[in-house]
Nanobody, 118 residues
């Protein structure tokens, strides 16, 4: 019933910017949390940023000051603005949605590739 569709990935030079989008469709309760994860080859999946229904945010130390997570509740869409990109940011980025009273129900997007290279 709930689907997440991601877009915005691509190839960018170091120091460049990208904006990822994740649009959720279906029945989305007002109480929910969304997040961006990433996984690079040979690395464990990393939590990048989270945002609640009230737009309370947290970002990983590795991207703090460079990445910004935001959401548009009317569109059920979460964004990840990525600035000052570094080669180590190269990864597949996945959108995550949690909902329910205890945020016990989880959905994942298909992932979008971000490659930072000269």
């Amino acid at each position: 019933q709930v689907q997440l569709v991601e877009s915005g990935g691509g190839l960018v030079q170091p120091g460049g910017s990208l904006r990822l989008s994740c649009a959720a469709s279906g029945s989305i309760p007002s109480f929910n949390a969304m997040a961006w994860y990433r996984q690079a080859p040979g690395k464990q999946r990393e939590l990048v940023a989270t945002i609640t229904s009230r737009s309370n945010t947290n970002v990983a130390d590795s991207v703090k000051g460079r990445f910004t997570i935001s959401r548009d509740n009317a569109k059920n869409t979460v964004y990840l603005q990525m600035n000052s990109l570094k080669p180590e940011d190269t990864a597949v980025y996945h959108c995550n949605l949690r909902l329910g009273m205890g945020l016990q129900t989880e959905y994942w997007g298909q992932g979008t590739q971000v490659t930072v290279s000269s």
